[in-house]
Every structure is written in structure tokens, then in C-alpha cells.
């Protein structure tokens, strides 16, 4: 082990978790089941992959981290914050700061170019934009090249790019300002194999180089080998 190696080792026993949770659960009503999620403690800078069939709470678990739903019972801790004992506004403070979040849908604004989708978080979180080292329209532009996007399109509004850029555009966003924690729900699900693989190993050598904590969830088991560690979703209680 080198001494950099070292220091990293040293950094990682003493620094808090990127994520920790314990005895989490949820249930969207009384009528509803109520949903059980593993403990999990995931170290700074490593990657997680988390499957389990349609309708376990794969999303409903990622909304819970992102703090955008309260816990039934348990708690969240995020880099050693426990994100739910925060009031909204920090909650939301925190997420700008210290989370990208890649949804399904990605949820980019319609009306921005591309290279204005990425800037975004760095106009919501003062720390995100410090982060960049440079202006925030240059760390946009360096991301969108290092995912392939031609630069003809990066002042295009981002309807007028296919899915496969809209997604790598919402990939670029999560990881401007390089936040300690991404989340990311099926983004691969409108892919072909071979451009999902090539999106997630982009999204993962990125975030390396970052030391960035990744949640990475997909009911699609063979995305798990590119991951660190994996977790199945699955228990539910009556
Ligand atoms: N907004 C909602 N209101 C009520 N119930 C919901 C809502 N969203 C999800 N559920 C229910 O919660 C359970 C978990 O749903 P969730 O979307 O978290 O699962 P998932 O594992 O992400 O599924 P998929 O792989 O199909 O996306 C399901 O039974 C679902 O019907």
C-alpha cells in the first residue's frame, strides 16, 4: 500500500458514511403494504447497485434518501447528516450542495439549452459552483465533451436532442460541482445494451475521479458487475 493509498484508507475509517441507513420503513398508506429497506452503509467514493423486481420500492427508497419522503420509522443519515431531522429548507439546501439525482425521466428544463441544464445546480448551490474551479459554463462544457456530446449541441434546447443526450446532459448535471452523493433511478431503461454499458461506465469512471458515492438502481442484474457492491430490494411486510 502506497502512502496516498494510506491516506484514503485513513480518510475513509474516519470520515462518516456517504450513506447510512437503518431499520427504514415506509408505506404510502394505511391500506398499503408497509415497505422494509435493508441497513445500508455505504463509504465515501464507492458505488452501489441496487435491483429487485417491479414494485419492491426501488424508487420510493431513492426518494427517501433524496429526502423528498419522510420515513414511516428509521433514519437516513447522508455524509452524517440526518437529512429528516432537517427543516425543509435545508433539506433542500443540502440536496443542491451535496446531491446529483438522475430520474428516470430526467426531469431537465425544456426551455434550457443543454449546457444550461448542466450549470443549473451551480446557480441553486453556491458550494457546487465553488467546486468547479472554473466558471460554471466551462465545467459544463468540459463534462458535456467528456460524454460525447457534439459541441454543435450544446446551446441546443435540450428537447431537440435524442434520448441517449438528454440522458448523458441529466448524467453532466448530477455530476457538475462534484456533489459526494449521486442517485440515480433507471436511467439506462430506454437504451440498447451497448450504450447502456458505455452511459454507466462513463457515469462511474466520472465519478471516480471525483470521489463520488453512487445509488445506482435498475431491476437490469447485469449492470451489477460494474458496481462495487450490490443490494437486493424485496422484503415486505403485511
Ligand atoms: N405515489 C404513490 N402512491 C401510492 N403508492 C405508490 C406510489 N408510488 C409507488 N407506490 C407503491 O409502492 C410500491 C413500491 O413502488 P416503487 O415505485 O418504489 O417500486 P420500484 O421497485 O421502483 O418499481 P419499478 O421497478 O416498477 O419502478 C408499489 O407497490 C407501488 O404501487
Known amino acids: 500500500m502506497n502512502n496516498q493509498s494510506e491516506t484514503n484508507a485513513h ?8 450513506i447510512d441507513v437503518k431499520s427504514l420503513s415506509f408505506s404510502w398508506g394505511s391500506q398499503q403494504p408497509t415497505l422494509l429497506f435493508p441497513d445500508l452503509t455505504l463509504p465515501q467514493g464507492e458505488h452501489l447497485f441496487l435491483h429487485g423486481p417491479s414494485g419492491t420500492g426501488k424508487s420510493t427508497f431513492l426518494s427517501l434518501l433524496a429526502g423528498m ?23 433542500d439546501r443540502f440536496r443542491a450542495d451535496h446531491m446529483g439525482v438522475i430520474f428516470q425521466q430526467f426531469n431537465l428544463v425544456p426551455y434550457l439549452t443543454a449546457e444550461a441544464n448542466v450549470t443549473l445546480p451551480c446557480r441553486l ?3 457546487r459552483k465553488a467546486a468547479t474551479g472554473e466558471a460554471p459554463a466551462a ?21 431537440q436532442l435524442s434520448i441517449g443526450q438528454q440522458q448523458r446532459i441529466a448524467a453532466a448535471r448530477a455530476l457538475i460541482g462534484a456533489p459526494e452523493i449521486i442517485l440515480a433511478d433507471e436511467p439506462t431503461s430506454a437504451l440498447d445494451s451497448d450504450n447502456r454499458d458505455r452511459f ?36 415486505v411486510a403485511a
Open 139 to 159: 465545467a459544463a462544457q468540459r463534462l458535456l465533451a467528456a460524454l460525447a456530446i457534439p459541441q454543435s449541441h450544446w446551446q441546443r434546447k435540450v428537447t
Open 69 to 91: 419522503l419522510a420515513p414511516g420509522a428509521g433514519s437516513i443519515k447522508l455524509l452524517g447528516t440526518d437529512i429528516h431531522q432537517l427543516g425543509a429548507s435545508k433539506r
Open 200 to 235: 454507466i461506465q462513463l457515469l462511474l469512471t466520472m465519478a471516480e475521479q471525483r470521489n463520488t458515492s453512487v445509488l445506482f438502481v435498475s431491476h437490469d442484474r447485469s449492470l451489477a458487475q460494474h458496481f462495487h457492491h450490490q443490494l437486493e430490494l424485496g422484503q
Open 125 to 127: 448551490s453556491h458550494r
Open 11 to 18: 480518510h475513509r475509517e474516519h470520515a462518516p458514511a456517504a
